[in-house]
């Protein structure tokens, strides 16, 4: 279990500014994630929910607040002590790896050096692609976003990750290899795992899929609940993306 426990992170503003002092992008946020829960943050952009996710991997640290997994305070380590622990990180842009093969970043990602091509496979089999065609394929520019991103959920698969966290996985893939991507994740949540998945989005087709729905709007959550609560909360409008704008308009208001 993940526990947010009123954190804040700032970040020095325009130091050639007469008025230069700190921006706050997250603020005073508390939330719990529990086991085995698919957890989707939206909201407008500018909102704060990559920093946030960052926040949670160790890749930036909180100006105030902790942050515990599983009772244990996390929030002094860096992104490698978290990775140990079971957190996962999958960026927007998956990293390209010239001379690495796949099999080669999935036995870095799992820790074992000796794994075999069969244990491999299953992992990229558990993602949709077809495991002999990619096992010993290189992590270059030949693969197109879909295949590095659904290489990349494999690797997280491999880590064996308690909490699996991932940045806009849809970004710069087409409307063929995002479906793929839905249908992956269908398939983790259909698995039932103990581990839990965070995913930053803005789309439907993710939103749809989630166990629950968090709500950032100016660094602050605006609403947390369940998929069928807050779901149709945010298609009241004409998309999910002017449905975050609105609640945006309404905490500025505030």
């Not at 996962?88 to 999935?106: M, S, T």
């Not at 491999?158 to 991932?166: E, L, N, P």
């Not at 991507?181 to 995913?199: C, D, P, T």
């Not at 069928?228 to 505030?254: F, N």
Request: proline letters at 3%; a negative charge; charged letters at 25%.
């Amino acid at each position: 279990m993940l526990e947010l426990d009123h954190i804040s992170f700032d970040v020095p503003e325009d130091t050639e500014k007469k008025s230069a002092g700190n921006r706050e992008i997250i603020h005073d946020i508390s939330m719990t994630i529990e086991n085995g829960k698919f957890v989707v943050i939206t909201g407008p952009n500018g909102g704060g929910k990559s920093t946030l996710a960052k926040l949670i991997a160790g890749i930036e640290k909180p100006t105030s607040g902790r942050i515990l997994l599983d009772g244990e305070d996390i929030t002094d380590m860096g992104i490698t002590e978290r990775a140990k622990r079971g957190i996962g990180y999958a960026f927007q842009q998956p990293v390209r790896f010239k001379g690495i093969e796949v099999i080669d970043l999935l036995r870095i990602a799992s820790g074992d050096k000796k794994m075999t091509i069969d244990k491999a496979c299953s992992y990229l089999s558990e993602v949709g692609l077809c495991a002999q065609n990619y096992v010993r394929r290189e992590v270059n520019a030949s693969l197109s976003g879909g295949e590095l991103k659904r290489i990349e959920i494999a690797t997280v698969l491999a880590r064996g990750s308690q909490m699996s966290v991932f940045d806009e996985p849809e970004a710069g893939i087409d409307l063929w290899s995002f479906q793929n991507l839905i249908r992956v994740f269908e398939h983790l949540q259909n698995q039932n795992r103990e581990g839990s998945i965070l995913i930053i989005s803005h789309q439907e087709r993710i939103l749809q899929i989630a166990d629950e729905i968090v709500v950032l709007t100016a660094g602050r959550v605006s609403a947390h609940g369940p998929r069928e609560e807050i779901l149709p909360t945010l298609l009241g409008t004409a998309s999910v993306a002017s449905a975050c704008d609105r609640l945006a308009e309404k905490e500025d208001a505030k």
